[in-house]
């Protein structure tokens, strides 16, 4: 069975600095899906980053960036030069190909400290 | 913009009286899927719709039914919704090839009093 474990139930980093969101993954499949979504409190949910798992290249949208770690099953979420804005939970989230099931972790809620 | 949208975004209903919650996309996406969230909580997934053809969790109460008329819509019917359902429900969509990503709408609020 897929499983998604987000270690770090909250983190905290301070205005402008950088913090790393960790998670790891269980899957014996080679073809899938990882995401990282923001959930923003009382706000909707939203698609940070995406890592498709055939790329060794790590995904990166402007602040935000990936390590993932295939052989490790790691994918972690760094976040550059944090800003208020970032205050959210955190949810990894994996898709196994084919097929159309996603598996979330429990979350890591972010606090900014200005 | 194309998007997920629910509504309403906050019902309130008694202890055992039918409720249903209504998702519409205009993404015309081919998978829909609800999950229910309940507070610092990870999605829980109910059920998903690939098409017509539909999936349901084990673990989904038989209290929980869903229907997809039509590609735009679904809906989320609590048959006798008791005081644990009290969640937010979240309805969101993919497409089974391409970007692979789910887009979620906002959600809606159910209290059961």
């Known amino acids: 069975a897929q499983t998604v474990t987000q270690s770090q139930p909250e983190m905290s980093v301070q205005e402008a600095e950088t913090v790393t969101l960790s998670c790891t993954y269980d899957t014996s499949e080679s073809d899938y899906y990882l995401f990282w979504y923001k959930q923003p409190p009382s706000r909707q949910m939203i698609l940070v980053i995406r890592q498709e798992a055939y790329k060794q290249q790590n995904a990166t949208e402007n602040r935000f960036s990936v390590n993932f770690q295939k052989a490790a099953k790691s994918f972690s979420l760094k976040i550059s030069d944090s800003q208020l804005g970032d205050a959210a939970m955190y949810f990894c989230?994996?898709?196994?190909?084919?097929?159309?099931?996603?598996?979330f972790g429990t979350g890591t809620s972010l606090t900014v400290i200005p | 913009d194309a998007m997920v949208i629910q509504n309403p975004r906050y019902q309130v209903t008694q202890f055992g009286k039918p409720v249903t919650l209504s998702c519409s996309q205009t993404?015309?996406?081919?998978?829909m899927y609800w999950y229910q969230q309940k507070s610092s909580q990870a999605p829980k997934l109910l059920f998903h719709?690939?098409?017509?053809?539909?999936?349901n969790e084990a673990d989904t109460p038989d209290n929980f039914q869903s229907r997809r008329p039509n590609t735009s819509f679904c809906f989320l019917d609590i048959r006798s919704p008791g005081l644990g359902d009290a969640a937010m429900y979240l309805c969101?969509?993919?497409?089974?090839?391409?970007?692979?990503?789910?887009?979620f709408g906002p959600g809606t609020r159910l209290t059961v009093l």
């Open positions: 989230a994996y898709r196994m190909l084919p097929g159309n099931q996603f598996y």
């Open positions: 993404l015309n996406h081919n998978v």
């Open positions: 969101a969509t993919s497409r089974a090839t391409g970007g692979r990503e789910q887009f």
């Open positions: 719709y690939y098409d017509k053809d539909f999936n």
